[in-house]
């Protein structure tokens, strides 16, 4: 029988979360008996034609031709999973939709006219339908194999959506917030790194993006109470999944009400 | 006379988006062009009105390859702007961190990226069915690069770790000196891999280059030093602008950078290795003598056998670091915020990598410039493929693609980090 077709695709990003299949060292060639890596430019120079049962799909769309190329990825896709914080959010592209785009293109490039670009950066959802998100910036290597694995057998992944402070508890890590007073944003963010901040001895900052149904007042306020300014919670908000919706709302607000 | 076109849409086996384009009328190249399609991304704007602490952790989001060298060039032009010196600890641990970068990335590139083409594969993946132990080799060899990352900085991507004047947390001296067994396994497996590179076939290719790097008169450059070249620069880092300049072309969503009294010039593992052989370690650089391997090496597909010189030296490197390794009194240092401009580079994997940061009395950066090493050597490696296609006319037009594929492969090119930058294209139809 036929293996099922896999095909990496890449839009506006960094490759982490694409480099992260090579990271699976010990898994890779494993995973290439199982599944036959198709179409990942990457990693190979053979590109199998479509159609593919299972395609991953790393960044967000900034430019007129992506927001084109990407319809043709639905159509070619049975399953369509989009990997990190980019492809699921906007990522960190989406700074500039708070910005004006002609603005930032003059201060990078000395010729702007010769650059095309959208004045968004954009979820993969807010084009085509997904059937799958997997969070983080970048997203965890293990996270991905469940994912994959879970494909191959037609069941539906094991990734957790509490928050990181879960987390912080199975691994016995002593609250920063609480104990040290650190702003940190593991109680709004959706668990997926292992904790990792805080078991540095810093805040959670975000990567994983809001957890379901976050608490966003309480967060506010507990930051206040640590002397963080209306501009550096704005900030804390605004950066690698800056653009989801309950992160999104919360920013607006607090930059609403500055004076 | 014939007219041939040569076309690679989407390069493949590099980290980003590129193609190139070449025009032949008979024996003539009438157009050559290495372009960057990846989608412009304007990091240099996003830093402006951040705090000069959010740096690392933003600029590492240029490269999910080589994020530590986004986070130590930023930490050094930090630390450069507000006048701190790091304590020898945090210095130490800091160069274990861009080892297990190294390790990572020319693991990755050596045996993943590039070997395929020396060997006749289209990937690792189909090379494996015919050559299993030597790419277990190779992944072994980049997982224990990625291991040193993950306890250093937290992960291998995008590593939590690291801060301007330091680290978060120290790890301790027994959570290291636990990897010294893979450490040294590491050490002879990369002597393995120079031996199975040396034994690659390289095409005939000699160019006369302008090698820039880092060096530093106690180590062989990663994270610190002055810029110097075969050509008689010596500069302080913050002198990076007055001999360097950045063009924006129409091909390309990266920027040119050009030697300002003219031309392009090269950097990455040849030109630290050129510049800087007498720093190598001891094993790494009778590894290289061994395969008669010694400056100046100018035939740019040698570039694999240095990368895995390379390879040895980090490995040496790190083991040197991790046996002397005591854990720092503070993990960072204070930083006393003033008004000031502040410029760091380090070694990327790929090259020297500049950063330049305008802070305000508050700690704001007002102003960034990012220079990644592949827009360094982009007009390089345009130059290598005018001479190369010249030399190979004869070959087959799938031949002659995959040659230009595998020399711009050479330089290891990263094309998400250039642009603020690749779609092949060979014409001569």
Same mark, same amino acid.
């Given at each position: 029988?036929?293996?099922?077709?896999?095909?990496?695709?890449?839009?506006?990003?960094?490759?982490?979360?694409?480099?992260?299949?090579?990271?699976?060292?010990?898994?890779?060639?494993?995973?290439?008996?199982?599944?036959?890596?198709?179409?990942?430019?990457?990693?190979?120079?053979?590109?199998?034609?479509?159609?593919?049962?299972?395609?991953?799909?790393?960044?967000?769309?900034?430019?007129?031709?992506?927001?084109?190329?990407?319809?043709?990825?639905?159509?070619?896709?049975?399953?369509?999973?989009?990997?990190?914080?980019?492809?699921?959010?906007?990522?960190?592209?989406?700074?500039?939709?708070?910005?004006?785009?002609?603005?930032?293109?003059?201060?990078?490039?000395?010729?702007?006219?010769? *650059?095309?670009? @959208?004045?968004?950066? %954009?979820?993969?959802?807010?084009?085509?339908?997904?059937?799958?998100?997997? =969070? $983080? /910036?970048?997203?965890?290597?293990?996270?991905?194999?469940?994912?994959?694995?879970?494909?191959?057998?037609?069941?539906?992944?094991?990734?957790?959506?509490?928050?990181?402070?879960?987390?912080?508890?199975?691994?016995?890590?002593?609250?920063?917030?609480?104990?040290?007073? *650190?702003?940190? @944003?593991?109680?709004? %963010?959706?668990?997926?790194?292992?904790?990792?901040?805080?078991?540095?001895? =810093? $805040? /959670?900052?975000?990567?994983?993006?809001?957890?379901?149904?976050?608490?966003?007042?309480?967060?506010?306020?507990?930051?206040?109470?640590?002397?963080?300014?209306?501009?550096?919670?704005?900030?804390?908000?605004?950066?690698?999944?800056?653009?989801?919706?309950?992160?999104?709302?919360?920013?607006?607000?607090?930059?609403?009400?500055?004076? | 006379?014939?007219?041939?076109?040569?076309?690679?849409?989407?390069?493949?086996?590099?980290?980003?988006?590129?193609?190139?384009?070449?025009?032949?009328?008979?024996?003539?190249?009438?157009?050559?062009?290495?372009?960057?399609?990846?989608?412009?991304?304007?990091?240099?704007?996003?830093?402006?009105?951040?705090?000069?602490?959010?740096?690392?952790?933003?600029?590492?989001?240029?490269?999910?390859?080589?994020?530590?060298?986004?986070?130590?060039?930023?930490?050094?032009?930090?630390?450069?702007?507000?006048?701190?010196?790091?304590?020898?600890?945090?210095?130490?641990?800091?160069?274990?961190?861009?080892?297990?970068?190294?390790?990572?990335?020319?693991?990755?590139?050596?045996?993943?990226?590039?070997?395929?083409?020396?060997?006749?594969?289209?990937?690792?993946?189909?090379?494996?069915?015919?050559?299993?132990?030597?790419?277990?080799?190779?992944?072994?060899?980049?997982?224990?690069?990625?291991?040193?990352?993950?306890?250093?900085?937290?992960?291998?991507?995008?590593?939590?770790?690291?801060?301007?004047?330091?680290?978060?947390?120290?790890?301790?001296?027994?959570?290291?000196?636990?990897?010294?067994?893979?450490?040294?396994?590491?050490?002879?497996?990369?002597?393995?891999?120079?031996?199975?590179?040396?034994?690659?076939?390289?095409?005939?290719?000699?160019?006369?280059?302008?090698?820039?790097?880092?060096?530093?008169?106690?180590?062989?450059?990663?994270?610190?030093?002055?810029?110097?070249?075969?050509?008689?620069?010596?500069?302080?880092?913050?002198?990076?602008?007055?001999?360097?300049?950045?063009?924006?072309?129409?091909?390309?969503?990266?920027?040119?950078?050009?030697?300002?009294?003219?031309?392009?010039?090269?950097?990455?593992?040849?030109?630290?290795?050129?510049?800087?052989?007498?720093?190598?370690?001891?094993?790494?650089?009778?590894?290289?003598?061994?395969?008669?391997?010694?400056?100046?090496?100018?035939?740019?597909?040698?570039?694999?056998?240095?990368?895995?010189?390379?390879?040895?030296?980090?490995?040496?490197?790190?083991?040197?670091?991790?046996?002397?390794?005591?854990?720092?009194?503070?993990?960072?240092?204070?930083?006393?915020?003033?008004?000031?401009?502040?410029?760091?580079?380090?070694?990327?994997?790929?090259?020297?990598?500049?950063?330049?940061?305008?802070?305000?009395?508050?700690?704001?950066?007002?102003?960034?410039?990012?220079?990644?090493?592949?827009?360094?050597?982009?007009?390089?490696?345009?130059?290598?493929?005018?001479?190369?296609?010249?030399?190979?006319?004869?070959?087959?037009?799938?031949?002659?693609?995959?040659?230009?594929?595998?020399?711009?492969?050479?330089?290891?090119?990263?094309?998400?980090?250039?642009?603020?930058?690749?779609?092949?294209?060979?014409?001569?139809?």
């Amino acid at each position: 029988m036929a293996l099922p077709k896999l095909a990496v695709w890449k839009f506006a990003s960094c490759d982490g979360c694409q480099l992260s299949l090579l990271d699976l060292e010990d898994e890779l060639l494993a995973i290439a008996g199982s599944i036959h890596i198709a179409n990942f430019v990457e990693a190979s120079r053979e590109v199998v034609p479509g159609p593919y049962q299972l395609s991953l799909v790393e960044g967000s769309i900034t430019t007129p031709h992506d927001a084109e190329r990407i319809q043709h990825v639905r159509e070619e896709s049975e399953f369509l999973i989009t990997i990190g914080a980019c492809a699921t959010a906007g990522g960190i592209q989406s700074l500039r939709n708070w910005k004006d785009t002609k603005e930032f293109t003059s201060i990078v490039y000395a010729t702007p006219a010769f *650059i095309d670009t @959208l004045e968004t950066s %954009t979820p993969i959802s807010d084009h085509v339908a997904v059937d799958f998100e997997l =969070r $983080g /910036c970048p997203i965890s290597k293990h996270q991905l194999l469940e994912t994959v694995n879970a494909f191959l057998h037609k069941r539906r992944p094991n990734i957790p959506n509490y928050s990181v402070c879960v987390e912080c508890k199975a691994r016995f890590t002593t609250c920063v917030m609480v104990a040290q007073g *650190i702003p940190c @944003l593991g109680p709004v %963010t959706q668990a997926g790194c292992g904790a990792l901040c805080p078991a540095y001895n =810093r $805040g /959670c900052y975000g990567c994983f993006g809001p957890m379901e149904s976050p608490n966003m007042e309480s967060i506010i306020h507990q930051w206040r109470e640590l002397g963080v300014s209306e501009p550096e919670l704005i900030r804390a908000l605004r950066t690698y999944n800056g653009y989801a919706p309950d992160w999104r709302a919360a920013s607006d607000e607090l930059e609403d009400s500055l004076p | 006379m014939s007219k041939r076109t040569i076309d690679v849409s989407y390069l493949a086996r590099v980290e980003g988006e590129g193609s190139l384009n070449v025009k032949l009328d008979g024996d003539l190249i009438t157009d050559l062009e290495f372009g960057i399609f990846e989608p412009p991304r304007f990091f240099e704007a996003f830093l402006r009105g951040r705090h000069l602490t959010e740096a690392p952790d933003i600029t590492a989001r240029i490269c999910g390859i080589c994020p530590v060298a986004y986070q130590t060039s930023s930490v050094n032009a930090m630390e450069d702007a507000l006048g701190v010196e790091v304590t020898p600890g945090i210095d130490a641990l800091r160069r274990l961190l861009y080892c297990g970068e190294w390790i990572e990335s020319h693991g990755l590139h050596v045996f993943l990226l590039h070997a395929p083409d020396f060997l006749g594969y289209e990937s690792a993946i189909h090379m494996a069915k015919d050559y299993p132990a030597e790419v277990e080799l190779g992944l072994r060899l980049k997982k224990v690069g990625n291991d040193i990352a993950t306890l250093v900085g937290g992960r291998e991507i995008h590593p939590v770790n690291v801060r301007v004047g330091g680290f978060y947390r120290a790890p301790t001296a027994r959570e290291l000196r636990g990897m010294l067994p893979d450490l040294e396994w590491g050490l002879a497996a990369a002597e393995q891999t120079v031996e199975l590179v040396a034994g690659f076939e390289f095409p005939a290719l000699e160019r006369e280059y302008t090698f820039v790097s880092l060096s530093h008169p106690d180590e062989y450059p990663m994270a610190k030093g002055r810029i110097v070249s075969n050509t008689g620069l010596d500069l302080a880092v913050s002198e990076y602008n007055n001999y360097f300049e950045e063009r924006h072309v129409e091909r390309s969503n990266a920027l040119h950078s050009v030697l300002k009294d003219g031309g392009d010039y090269h950097v990455g593992p040849m030109a630290r290795f050129n510049l800087n052989f007498e720093q190598l370690t001891p094993r790494a650089k009778a590894a290289a003598e061994a395969i008669g391997l010694t400056p100046p090496v100018t035939n740019p597909f040698r570039s694999i056998a240095v990368r895995s010189i390379e390879l040895v030296f980090a490995y040496e490197e790190a083991i040197r670091i991790v046996e002397g390794y005591e854990p720092p009194p503070e993990p960072s240092v204070e930083l006393p915020p003033r008004a000031a401009t502040g410029h760091g580079a380090s070694e990327a994997p790929r090259g020297l990598l500049y950063h330049r940061y305008e802070l305000d009395a508050a700690g704001l950066i007002t102003n960034a410039q990012i220079v990644p090493p592949t827009s360094q050597n982009q007009l390089t490696i345009e130059a290598d493929l005018v001479d190369l296609i010249e030399a190979n006319l004869d070959l087959s037009d799938e031949d002659l693609t995959w040659r230009c594929e595998q020399a711009i492969r050479n330089y290891d090119p990263c094309i998400s980090c250039a642009t603020h930058f690749l779609d092949l294209r060979l014409d001569r139809g």
